[in-house]
């Protein structure tokens, strides 16, 4: 991809409309080899999907170029369907009504498996997705868990060279989405090449040789887990349960000396304070007194995750 | 791509009838058509005409079933959100839709066999068929010329997302341009032009020639003709209008 842009355009109004336009790519640029594993990690809306959907045909771009297999999937998109599968996270995408194996034969035709080629290609991913003896069960029945792995059969139908799975444990419970995981490590294991896009950090950190973290639509970072890990490894991370926090508390923290970043997340019930500072410099003391008359939880000083790279990534970008 | 073709009908026929809601209308709808031509047109004695009302009656239906079926089918692939795996599948994407539209052009074929049997039993409207080979040409004819009708029309459901909306707004002015709710020579010229672009008022024609006329072959041939032409107008609709929805993002949006 080079330095690829999309925009939106949305348009408000009924006699007076105006038009906005809405920048979700801002010229991204990045090769993927074959056999890799690629992971594209951000939050809502950074334009992980975006760059999915131009890179499998559903959108053009609005400026830049991308080539999937030494096709461009804007001009030539007949080319690049034939070599790759698409699955999304969620629960959309099949046909509820119909059963599992229904949806794959269905599929199977509209990507031209060959006739002698389909029951067994069907029965082998049903097989590797682990849905054997549920196939004629109505997908309305599943759980999200067995729909997910019913997407992953689906994109897989075709034996495509190119795999591109956008938020694939989406919504699924543990135990789910580590079955998805371990069918996609399979499938790293097998040499497909993959682009993957996720929030979840572990799960990037687990499956991805290489990363991009986007936000904003503009990468901010590029590298392995362990080189984006390599950025934060010079620093302490302290959480601090706590409740009702107020913005100005907040500034605060962040005017301490030795205070890198300061930044909130909710867990369950509490809210959680994450101050990352310079390794060596004791701040506790000094952060409990700032936040003095706030209910406090438990304090916690450890060492930084990719979790907290990436955090500190997408808030500085 | 024939066998595309013909998975997506099948796959499209099994997903319509596994919604009881659906599945019903199919049902009650002959009944409540039947009855319309009976009682509205109040040709009772005149058993050629009650036919003739009979025939129309169905027509409509099957319109009905083939512009609200196609574009609730397509309403639905944004819904179940398989709409983007559709435009994303190798095979031409009028292969993939078409189906959809044939598909409801023979739950509409079943709509006039229907018609025409309740017609029969409940207010015994004769069934006498003067050319019984050229009707069982002109049957299948007629479902051709109104599913690619669909498909012309499914092309603009692609691009916009009230499909069933627009499906049920086309209904009426397609009924009244085809002479099939009111006979067209109490229209205005310009509407009986209209009427030969379209494939519903060939269709009647050549079901109704068959069954009373005299010379139905010509009327089969233009709904042969019209469908074909349907189907290069709609293929190329298709391909513009995916290539605008691929430009403007507007695939996935319901």
Redesign the interface.
């Known amino acids: 991809m080079n330095d690829l842009c999309?925009t939106?355009?949305t348009h408000v109004g009924i006699v007076r409309r105006r038009r906005t336009d809405v920048q979700a790519l801002g010229g991204i640029s990045f090769e993927v080899g074959r056999g890799e594993l690629f992971g594209l990690l951000g939050p809502n809306g950074a334009g992980k999907t975006t760059t999915i959907?131009i890179l499998?045909?559903?959108?053009?771009p609005s400026s830049g170029s991308a080539r999937v297999l030494g096709f461009d999937p804007a001009r030539e998109a007949?080319e690049v369907?034939?070599r790759v599968g698409?699955v999304?996270g969620?629960?959309?995408?099949?046909?509820?009504?119909?059963s599992a194996l229904?949806n794959l034969?269905?599929?199977a035709?509209?990507?031209?498996v060959p006739?002698r080629e389909k029951r067994a290609r069907i029965e082998s991913l049903l097989e590797l997705v682990g849905l054997k003896g549920r196939e004629r069960e109505r997908v309305e029945t599943y759980s999200r868990g067995m729909r997910q792995r019913l997407h992953i059969a689906?994109g897989l139908l075709?034996d495509p060279e190119v795999l591109f799975l956008d938020e694939p444990t989406i919504g699924l419970d543990p135990v789910g989405a580590r079955e998805v995981r371990e069918t996609i490590g399979g499938l790293r294991d097998q040499g497909k090449t993959i682009l993957l896009t996720t929030h979840y950090m572990y799960e990037a950190d687990e499956l991805c040789q290489r990363l991009a973290v986007i936000a904003g639509g503009v990468f901010v970072a590029t590298g392995t887990p362990a080189e984006l890990k390599a950025r934060v490894l010079d620093r302490t991370v302290i959480e601090i349960e706590a409740f009702g926090v107020s913005e100005a508390v907040l500034e605060r923290l962040r005017a301490l000396p030795g205070v890198i970043s300061v930044s909130t997340e909710q867990r369950d019930q509490a809210e959680v304070v994450l101050v990352q500072s310079s390794v060596g410099s004791e701040l506790t003391h000094a952060l409990l007194r700032e936040l003095e008359g706030t209910t406090l939880g438990k304090v916690i000083a450890r060492e930084p995750t990719l979790e907290d790279a990436y955090v500190e990534l997408v808030q500085t970008a | 791509m024939i066998r595309a073709f013909v998975s997506g009908m099948r796959i499209h026929v099994v997903q319509f009838s596994r919604n009881p809601f659906d599945l019903s209308g199919v049902f009650l709808w002959p009944i409540l058509y039947a009855s319309i031509a009976y009682y509205l047109l109040d040709a009772k004695n005149d058993p050629r005409l009650l036919l003739a009302a009979s025939l129309g009656a169905a027509v409509m239906l099957m319109w009905s079933l083939v512009v609200i079926g196609s574009s609730n089918a397509l309403e639905n692939q944004r819904w179940l959100g398989t709409l983007e795996l559709l435009v994303a599948a190798p095979v031409p994407f009028a292969v993939v839709i078409a189906p959809i539209c044939v598909a409801s052009g023979f739950v509409g074929g079943y709509g006039i066999a229907a018609t025409l049997a309740w017609g029969r039993l409940i207010y015994h409207v004769p069934l006498s068929i003067d050319h019984p080979v050229a009707f069982a040409v002109a049957l299948p004819a007629c479902i051709l010329a109104i599913g690619m009708l669909g498909l012309v029309m499914a092309s603009t459901f692609v691009l916009y997302r009230a499909a069933l909306s627009l499906g049920i707004a086309l209904q009426y002015p397609v009924w009244i341009a085809t002479g099939l709710l009111v006979p067209l020579s109490t229209l205005p010229a310009f509407v009986r032009w209209i009427g030969w672009f379209l494939g519903p008022y060939w269709g009647f024609r050549a079901i109704r020639e068959s069954a009373l006329g005299s010379a139905p072959w010509p009327d089969i041939g233009m709904c042969i003709a019209v469908s074909a032409a349907y189907f290069v107008v709609g293929t190329l609709c298709l391909r513009v209008f995916v290539r605008v929805a691929r430009a403007r993002g507007s695939l996935k949006l319901t």
């Open positions: 999309r939106y355009r959907k499998t045909t559903l959108l053009l007949g369907r034939r698409h999304f969620g629960d959309r995408g099949l046909y509820d009504r119909l229904d034969r269905y599929f035709d509209l990507y031209r006739v689906r075709h």
